[in-house]
């Protein structure tokens, strides 16, 4: 009952789920890795056993592969998701599924011919201990019903080629995702809002992205690439009758030179290591037994399609509708 | 060297501030009290070896007092702060200082007139230990310039006759006092969203107000009349290069029935004690040496234009402009 | 690659055990299981696709089963070890290792005489994320030597056949691994110090342990087994630099009917749930790769020496020294 | 009703003491201040608007002071004590009492015989918000009787006159007090236990410090006077049914460089500052009211006896019992 994973895609996201997935996940293990770098590729097939591919549609064909990973650069998304809904194997897409609507819609379409679904996108902050919490707290309905929710998301210092777009897209997209999944329901507007820019960055960062969801609750993002200070996510949830907010895991507080308290990490890895484990065993899980994790396509094109609208309203300047595509009963 | 004070109004705040001049600030004493009902006038007067006035206009022409606490009903404080300035007696002016800009504007021009600072209105917050320490992080450089603001007010359960345009001006303008105080510079435009309404509420509850501030940086308030969990006021300063965030004061934690934590209190005043007995001392001090502290007749003007324009914004759904009169040379 | 384990002993401890194996971990598989409640057996088997045994002799025997898991009774373990040994089978036998010093030595004996390491005690602490933190930011060398360690072990009740001594050997033991980890030395002397008993305690509970390490540190352990608030552990390493405190791990802080905070469980399953996944991770991975880890048998032995040091000195009411038989080099 | 108090001792304790008492104590003034530098008590008598008096005798004795805070060095406590009693005038005396149990004595002798409380002890602790509200848990009954209260007293870097001895009888004396008020009864027996020294130590440092209450509760006090990150103080008060913890006051957390957390001051007065202000009130307000607050004689000669205990604990490494005398009437 071992199930054999393909990945495509052999950096640092790729990587990283090599090594949990050789390391601490239970019933599956690393068949197969391809790379546009054949030495990436290399070095991790043979650091898990696995055979490297010189061609990412050869691994999806190939027989000892029974489910794929993609994990490769965000335009390659769209065409190897489709080549796994070809070969009928089950995918997990690193987010974004595709890089406009269009694409991810594309996907919806071949899955919904197929009938059934093989696609998870690879949100894995659906299975954050602490987000799984605060979900766990409204779905109790001890709280009442949600009404708003505060995020922050921060990262230490923006990459090179990030974008005031970006912040929205590739950064923000995560909170979108949260917001569908935690209210149950879908984003109707969106507004961005830009302070002033930081010194520290060479885009509009920080920027407050506003949602109101379907239903008439409110979402508020701060996000900021360049913080300066570490990788820091937050959140609360206010409710009707009280308030559940996130709390950095950290498992000690420090007490030196002066100061009490914590550090925070550089990159958004060891903040999420928990959720990107259980994540992955999650959809091993669901390979192994049939029924879907996580984001569906449909959560992947909604928040592009949402991640779309942000970018729109930050380019203009005023609120921004997201009109949505007919939704597929498969994904009910 | 004991200021005589005069108290007008023996409610509640006026009850507060009469304990703690009497108890805990030096440099002063209770000298007159009165009130509408002269029985709580009498009761306070009596605690406090104070002489009762039938009337407020004769207790600010009084000899035996040197300075004066308006703390009667909000429709009640523009004449009284005139009186006071015409009898050219210091006076702490609980907030609003007018219901309106124009009454505000009314004072300004009397005590622009009178060429000298008279008048303190009351916005306690820039004394709490906690804005304070986070107005000093600002201040000192370390973090940088500040971005964005965000401010949590939430109390237990909204007044019975609470409105939907209270929330602004009644609750939300601490921290447009703040804001302005924080950043040093007036607010520009003031947007209000509104989330779906708490089943608690009555009235638009919570929301959440928007501001751009003249120079660029924003804040955003989420103001919070029937929260259910207590009264709590929470802000994070992010800047440049780090972030500051209030905690609130509570001297232990307990452990307890399942349970770690602190508790909230009913209402505003055992969160604010502290910056209520600083407020009243540094007023005491100012009356005493002559130069003013805390917010001018100018920041009660302009906390209540910026509340006025909150209004507008909750009644349109579109942003509103703040137009501030020219500002007499007297407040810079 | 995947490791066959046999299970020992279907209660709560094993079920756990047999959950976590079959559901978390890489590169293992529930092979085998046996109790002496034949039906016990029986579930977990059937749950996991194992095989159940009725005889625990006969599953350590048996070809399917590579390593096992001991999670029976107490007075069972010596035997059941002893029996892996002669099979060759690596064994992660749950503490106590032996419920007596001589049981212990009996089981280095066998162990020693066969030359390599084949048993690891479940002192699963040493696998916690805080406690290895804290122990990462001693080794760093950041907070200069240790000199004490302040530990709290909480539980909400006792059981029913809890008894003063086994406040030390089943609680406390735990901290006296923690201990002996920590600071990589031996403990020298253990004094027993007894509050007034807790009236929800039929039995001297709490009691304070206060251990002087060989090299000079000392530890002091509240062991409380009736807290009435819920399972906690706590500890704070003092070095000559700073100090390093254990924050008990909570995915949210919740805000509701007065009070801001987080739940403490029931038991320590909660608390530790990462611990033994990581523990159970290790030992298949020390299994597959030849390499020990976790604690040995001679940490086994020390810690029921410590513990039986520790019920002398409760009941003498004066300090009892330690003494260790001397150290085979296995465990060096 | 203003209450003019003269000063003895003018050195940083004394300061501290005439600037809240001139800027923060309602219904006193410093009206004379004495020092054996002429020149440290002109410079406070000028600040404050006092007068100066070249000798402490001469000071009591004036008419113009009323009431005597006595912060001159240890040794001459005793004599100036017996002086203010001599004059019948209140005195505020900062820890210690005097230098011994003998010393004390006469003291308690000289008031006992006057047959009315004069002498004030300055164990400020008792007058913190945190350790109040930690009594307040305990006195409500809700948490049960209190069984252990631990104790952490570190100061970042001990003064060059510090001695092992002093560890316990200059700042675990705190402590001690805070044992004897928070559960109303004597120390039994002390022992005083040694962990190797800190490598920034010339002396014994840290210490634990381990109380019997007379009634059975345990007291352990962690003293450390060379913790190098700042000065720290807490505790937890373990009860039958819960626990209550002090909570270093802090108003704002700041996230910068990596880290998130809040800073320790380097000595004790930034975190006692509201202590020893409520202190001088308090004992302000029974000057004028008559009724005694806070540590009375008696306390300052029992917390002197307990710490003689624990300096021959120290010194033969074995616990001592606390003898006191009889406790006269007047104290109950």
New interface residues.
């Given amino acids: 009952m071992?199930i054999r994973v393909g990945l495509i895609g052999a950096g640092v996201m790729g990587g990283d789920h090599a090594r949990i997935l050789?390391?601490?996940?239970?019933g599956?293990r690393l068949a197969a890795v391809s790379d546009a770098d054949a030495s990436r590729a290399a070095a991790i097939a043979g650091a898990c056993g696995a055979t490297a591919f010189p061609d990412a549609d050869k691994l999806i064909a190939d027989a000892s592969v029974e489910a794929v990973i993609v994990a490769s650069p965000d335009p390659t998304h769209k065409a190897l998701v489709l080549g796994c809904l070809a070969a009928e194997k089950p995918v997990l897409c690193e987010k974004p599924l595709g890089v406009t609507t269009a694409e991810c819609l594309e996907i919806i379409g071949a899955e919904t011919a197929l009938g059934r679904r093989l696609v998870q996108v690879g949100f894995m902050r659906r299975f954050?201990?602490?987000?799984?919490?605060?979900k766990g707290?409204l779905d109790s309905g001890?709280?009442?019903?949600g009404?708003?929710l505060?995020c922050v998301h921060r990262n230490q210092i923006s990459a090179s080629y990030s974008t005031s777009e970006g912040v929205i897209a590739n950064s923000a997209v995560h909170e979108i995702d949260i917001a569908r999944w935690m209210f149950g329901e879908e984003v109707a507007r969106v507004t961005v809002?830009?302070?002033?820019q930081?010194?520290?960055a060479g885009m509009q960062d920080?920027q407050?992205i506003?949602m109101?969801m379907a239903?008439?609750?409110?979402v508020?993002i701060?996000a900021?690439l360049n913080?300066?200070?570490?990788y820091?996510v937050r959140g609360e949830l206010?409710c009707?009758?009280?308030?559940?907010?996130?709390?950095?895991?950290?498992?000690?507080?420090?007490?030196?030179?002066?100061?009490?308290?914590?550090?925070?990490p550089?990159d958004w890895r060891p903040r999420f290591a928990e959720a990107y484990r259980i994540e992955l065993?999650a959809w091993i899980?669901s390979v192994a037994g049939g029924s879907p994790a996580g984001a569906s396509a449909w959560d992947g094109y909604a928040a592009t399609a949402v991640a779309e609208a942000g970018v729109a309203s930050l380019k203009t300047g005023t609120p921004a509708d997201v009109r949505l595509a007919a939704k597929p009963a498969l994904y009910d």
Same sequence: chains 1, 2, 3, 4.
């Fill in positions: 071992t050789s390391t601490s996940v239970n599956a954050d201990p602490g987000y799984a919490a605060m707290a001890d709280l009442g019903r009404l708003i505060h809002i830009v302070p002033r930081s010194s520290h920080p407050i506003l109101h239903g008439g609750a409110v508020d701060e900021y913080c300066q200070y570490g820091d206010v009707e009758s009280g308030t559940a907010e996130l709390v950095p895991p950290h498992g000690i507080t420090l007490r030196r030179a002066g100061q009490e308290g914590f550090g925070h550089e065993q899980d």
